[in-house]
């Protein structure tokens, strides 16, 4: 037994009262990234992973939402969950999911598969490869700034993406096509999945879940449009592996801010059985299925990321 177990245990005990932690992922880079150096690449992601074997009985997603507030739900219960569709999904992450014998659930934004690229990481790719020290956006409204380091790009790209994400999405699109213009960068047709890729990902076992067709501030849009978004990225995806799919994550997923009541009701009518948010806490016994939080704290020391896991379970 770690040192973590009995606390974790005491935070979250089995049964009734049991507190779900989910965790959510991204992207699992094959090698350490030199923009985002916080983000997990695969050394990283196997070690937390055997880490997380010892101190979470870490069980699929839709298992942990169906047992909620019963009796059958394991002490220090945990479940993983992926956003988007990346790639790196399917040939990092998977192969070492596997290894340790976990399920993990896979979000797909299903307007992207097969060659296609979300818009903030058109913003990203242009900027990782731009071919100066510095980028002029002013005629885009965005000023001079400067992209020589790796953390000068992430500061650029963090930037950018901050003015632009909350745009309609055809204008969001267009304006991140428009700095990748200015930035000279090329496109990358690699980043996402492609259909086959879903398919040989559900075939070995893990989930996969609806989170729209092109990624949209589901706040800004009106009821009929938002539901169109939701009810066909499941319809695309229900067609790809030949069964149901019954967990839905809302994009970006602030609520209140992301996504709004409506938006919630909408996934409701439609007969998801759970939906996720990102707002940071441990799942409660009572949570709302269709609002349930979740927490990856993304400290590369793995006794600080268990300690503020512990501290996540006492937020609910």
Known sequence: MNLLTPVLRRFSPGGPGARLTILIFHRVYAAPDGIFTGEPDAAWFDRLLAKLNGWFNVIPLDEA??????????ERAA??????G????????MPILRRHRMCATFFIATGFLDGGRMWNDAV?????????AEIDLSSL?????????????????????NRIKYLPVVERAA??????EQAGAGSASNLMMTS???????RAGMQIGAHTMSHPI????????????????????????????????????KPGQDYMPKDVEIVRRLGFDAAVSTRPAAVAPDADRFQLPRFTPWDRSMLRFGVRLVRNLANV
Request: hydrophobic share 45%.
């Open 124 to 132: 990203v790719e242009a900027v990782r490869h731009l071919p100066s």
């Open 86 to 93: 990346y790639e790196d999904n399917f040939s990092v992450a």
């Open 218 to 253: 589901l706040a800004g849009l009106d009821d009929a449009a938002a539901e169109a978004e939701i009810r066909g990225s499941r319809q695309v995806l229900e067609g790809l592996v030949g069964k149901r799919i019954g967990l839905f994550a809302y994009p970006n997923g």
């Open 79 to 84: 479940a993983i969950t992926f956003d988007d």
């Open 65 to 74: 939402a169906a047992m909620l507030g019963s009796s059958s739900m394991p």
């Open 196 to 202: 086959d890729q879903v398919c040989a990902m559900s």
């Open 141 to 161: 409204g965005l000023g001079r700034l400067k992209a020589g380091s790796g953390a000068e790009k992430r500061k650029a790209i963090g930037m950018i993406l």
């Open 175 to 180: 304006l991140a096509a428009r700095v990748a």
